[in-house]
């Protein structure tokens, strides 16, 4: 009986480790606004979770998605908006392409994010 126990206390003990967290699952969606962002946004602005915009007037995804009170709901609706465009935005997206532009988007948010300086 005390060997059986002995052979039992590794299993037990393994049992009682904590598991890595779960990899949250991504939304439908994100990989393709992921590619359509890349597509057809990369040209002006930094679209990554990381980087400069190629045009200094283009705010960076992540700058947009952090700032203080911005929601899926609210870029959504901006983004559907084509008349909120600055002139040189001067295409159309889908509803398809702004509900995965966003779902892509909002990934960037991030509670620690800070500005990168001008």
């Given at each position: 009986m005390k060997s059986l126990s002995l052979l039992c206390l590794p299993l037990l003990l393994a049992a009682c480790q904590k598991l890595p967290p779960a990899q949250p699952v991504p939304s439908p969606g994100v990989a393709e606004g992921a590619a359509f962002a890349q597509a057809s946004c990369a040209g002006c602005h930094a679209v990554g979770p990381q980087g400069r915009s190629p045009r200094s007037a283009a705010p960076a995804f992540p700058v947009i998605v952090n700032h203080e009170g911005l929601t899926a709901e609210t870029l959504s609706t901006w983004l559907r908006g084509a008349h909120n465009y600055p002139s040189?935005?001067?295409?159309?997206?889908?509803?398809?392409?702004?509900?995965?532009?966003?779902?892509?988007?909002?990934?960037?948010?991030?509670?620690?994010?800070?500005?990168?300086?001008?």
């Amino acid at each position: 009986m005390k060997s059986l126990s002995l052979l039992c206390l590794p299993l037990l003990l393994a049992a009682c480790q904590k598991l890595p967290p779960a990899q949250p699952v991504p939304s439908p969606g994100v990989a393709e606004g992921a590619a359509f962002a890349q597509a057809s946004c990369a040209g002006c602005h930094a679209v990554g979770p990381q980087g400069r915009s190629p045009r200094s007037a283009a705010p960076a995804f992540p700058v947009i998605v952090n700032h203080e009170g911005l929601t899926a709901e609210t870029l959504s609706t901006w983004l559907r908006g084509a008349h909120n465009y600055p002139s040189e935005m001067d295409f159309y997206l889908s509803d398809r392409d702004v509900d995965r532009l966003v779902a892509y988007m909002m990934t960037l948010k991030d509670p620690h994010f800070r500005r990168p300086p001008d």
